[in-house]
């Protein structure tokens, strides 16, 4: 079925080879033979690169991840295209960037239909699709089912591992972990292997939920250290118990007997951030430990393709969406981030963050730099985070200031009656360019204006790549309708 195109995308007559596979291999084409074995996609949730073992990070805590690194055709660092899990996810299911698709935060979450998802994108290759996935955003309610003749929740992943072990011909399965995100869990078991790694405190909770980290997303309040040594630990329970759950799925694969027929590709939808930019969590900003996730492609035994970035370079994610439609023998649309296979695409990856505190943010990763864009679309809301605390947690029993709900909406209406990356007219956006290193925050800032003023050049070309004009949100979502928000957590 035909998808139909938005502004935001390209006309509907350049959709149309995306939806057609190649020639290739039936004499009216040259090049590589379309992959027909299995398609495997696992995600992991709030995943960092920085404590993967293959990584640099601490050895013996992600075995099974390290393992599969040290086995893939390739496997280095991956940038997400948004900070949190609603953007980022829906870039990894249609491979477009989060102005593009819309899904750009809790609030306005939901796939449009109109959007080609990768399991529609992989059906006229004749692909069946089914989908294992847990937490809150990868689910029907928000628009995940499209394209996927089975979508169920994970749960223990029983029902996972077992249409692994029975995989074969083309069929695509993904499947998302719900881990390393919170709630953080003790899991016993895990103990001793992060126990080895040192600094594991002897006294810790059974379980840490969201509310109690959602107090210190303000970069205002204090965390006490031995707090934030507590969450720190508990995140490094939760990575190992991931760890292990995607060990699970490895060996069902490996039993199937499609090991060696399977196109594999495991990565993370964002990382996380704990006390690095002086914030817990997702969605505050888009430093290093937010947006640089773990990325392992295994290609088929005896495939004619070859990975085409150097190991050491940085991948935009949202590629995996074309590397796996190309790999099938289908013709990728023009918009949507090139395939790895891709020779000749430019160094540099671009994630986005909207609707902050009167802000939004872009960044462009190029090397071992990053420019950081802010964009201001309104003053700062002193009792911001007070609001956002109550809306996400629960209602104080006394109301402590403004409602929260007339606060935010007018922060929404600022929003939306900006342009998202170039502001107000009479506002210039702020630029910060960092230097990423091996320091415990992962980047320091640098100052060179020339450097900077090149990365933003191409930060904002790449912005504005595949779009006729830059309107304001509201204007936006009046070009192309999306359906209403979906609750937020």
């Given at each position: 079925m035909l998808k139909r195109a938005s502004r935001l995308l390209v006309p509907f007559a350049l959709l149309l080879p995306a939806l057609l596979p190649t020639l290739a291999g039936c004499g009216a084409a040259a090049g590589p033979q379309p992959h027909r074995g299995p398609i495997v996609l696992v995600t992991l949730d709030a995943l960092r690169a920085d404590v993967v073992g293959a990584l640099g990070g601490a050895p013996g805590l992600t075995p099974h991840l390290d393992?599969?690194?040290?086995?893939?055709?390739?496997?280095?660092?991956?940038?997400?295209?948004?900070?949190?899990?609603?953007?980022?996810l829906a870039s990894l299911l249609t491979g477009l960037r989060p102005?593009?698709?819309?899904?750009?935060?809790?609030?306005?979450?939901v796939l449009a239909p109109e959007l080609l998802t990768l399991p529609e994108a992989l059906a006229p290759a004749g692909y069946t699709a089914a989908a294992f996935t847990g937490g809150y955003w990868a689910t029907a309610r928000f628009g995940y089912a499209q394209g996927f003749t089975q979508l169920e929740s994970l749960r223990q992943g029983k029902a996972a591992i077992d249409a692994l072990t029975q995989l074969e011909?083309?069929?695509?399965?993904?499947?998302?972990?719900?881990?390393?995100?919170?709630?953080?869990?003790?899991?016993?078991?895990?103990r001793d292997r992060v126990a080895r790694l040192g600094g594991l405190p002897r006294a810790l909770?059974?379980?840490?939920?969201?509310?109690?980290?959602?107090?210190?997303?303000?970069?205002?309040?204090?965390?006490?250290?031995?707090?934030?040594?507590?969450?720190?630990?508990?995140?490094?329970l939760n990575v190992a118990w991931a760890d292990e759950r995607l060990g699970r799925l490895l060996a069902a694969l490996r039993a199937s007997g499609?090991?060696?027929?399977?196109?594999?590709?495991?990565?993370?939808?964002?990382?996380?951030?704990?006390?690095?930019?002086?914030?817990i969590l997702q969605g505050g900003s888009l430093g290093r430990r937010l947006i640089e996730v773990p990325l392992a492609v295994k290609l088929p035994r005896g495939s004619e393709r070859r990975i085409a970035p150097p190991r050491a370079e940085r991948v935009a994610t949202a590629r995996i969406w074309a590397t796996l439609v190309e790999a099938?023998?289908?013709?990728?649309?023009?918009?949507?981030?090139p395939s790895l296979f891709r020779q000749g695409v430019p160094a540099g990856a671009l994630s986005e963050l909207y609707l902050g505190n009167g802000t939004n943010q872009f960044s462009w990763v190029e090397g071992d730099d990053q420019l950081l864009w802010e964009s201001r679309f309104a003053p700062a809301e002193p009792e911001y985070h007070r609001a956002r605390l109550e809306l996400v947690v629960a209602?104080?029993?006394?109301?402590?200031g403004e409602p929260p709900a007339r606060l935010m909406g007018r922060l929404a209406a600022a929003f939306a009656a900006a342009p998202p990356l170039t502001g107000p007219r009479a506002a210039r956006p702020r630029l910060v360019l960092e230097r990423w290193d091996a320091s415990p925050r992962g980047s320091q800032p640098v100052r060179e204006p020339a450097r900077a003023a090149m990365l933003a050049?191409?930060?904002?070309?790449?912005?504005?790549?595949?779009?006729?004009t830059e309107l304001p949100p509201g204007r936006e979502l009046a070009e192309r309708p999306v359906p209403p928000p979906a609750p937020k957590p």
């Open positions: 393992g599969l690194m040290a086995e893939a055709d390739w496997a280095g660092r991956g940038i997400a295209p948004a900070g949190s899990a609603a953007p980022a102005w593009q698709h819309q899904a750009l935060h809790p609030g306005q979450a011909g083309p069929r695509f399965v993904w499947i998302h972990l719900p881990e390393p995100e919170t709630p953080y869990i003790r899991r016993e078991r895990m909770p059974a379980r840490i939920e969201r509310a109690q980290l959602e107090p210190y997303f303000d970069p205002a309040r204090p965390l006490p250290p031995a707090k934030l040594r507590r969450f720190r630990a508990m995140y490094r499609q090991w060696d027929r399977t196109l594999l590709v495991v990565s993370a939808n964002h990382g996380t951030e704990l006390g690095e930019y002086g914030q099938a023998g289908v013709v990728p649309p023009p918009a949507v981030a209602p104080p029993r006394v109301p402590s050049r191409r930060l904002a070309a790449a912005w504005n790549a595949f779009l006729p």
